[in-house]
Nanobody, 114 residues
Framework: QVHVVESGGGLVQPGGSLRLSCAASGSISRLYVMGWYRQAPGKQRELVARITGGGSTNYADSVKGRFTISRDNAKNTVYLQMNSLKPEDTAVYYC????????WGQGTQVTVSS
């Protein structure tokens, strides 16, 4: 079992920045692919960014150049640095850990509004 807990969400003005953190515990290792997903009201959950244990990353087109995913394998923690935030980035952001099975956190709300 793997347990993941997100933190760092909040209210921010357009153009602002936030950093989300995802702390993983349990049977986690660097073999796991870690990802951030988001779900806005009335929309399906979508991939934002993910990172392998070796550091390879991929991003949704909508966040390329604005968001950066990183991980600290020693701390079993994944980060999502979000810059130049837009109102359309408003969503609940979820951390995901995947190897054979996948595990989800409870989500953290990000609201971008003036």
């Amino acid at each position: 079992q793997v347990h993941v807990v997100e933190s760092g969400g909040g209210l921010v003005q357009p153009g602002g920045s936030l950093r989300l953190s995802c702390a993983a515990s349990g049977s986690i290792s660097r073999l796991y692919v870690m990802g951030w997903y988001r779900q806005a009201p009335g929309k399906q959950r979508e991939l934002v960014a993910r990172i392998t244990g070796g550091g390879s990353t991929n991003y949704a087109d909508s966040v390329k150049g604005r968001f950066t995913i990183s991980r600290d394998n020693a701390k079993n923690t994944v980060y999502l640095q979000m810059n130049s935030l837009k109102p359309e980035d408003t969503a609940v952001y979820y951390c995901n850990a995947f190897l054979v099975h996948e595990f989800w956190g409870q989500g953290t709300q990000v609201t971008v509004s003036s």
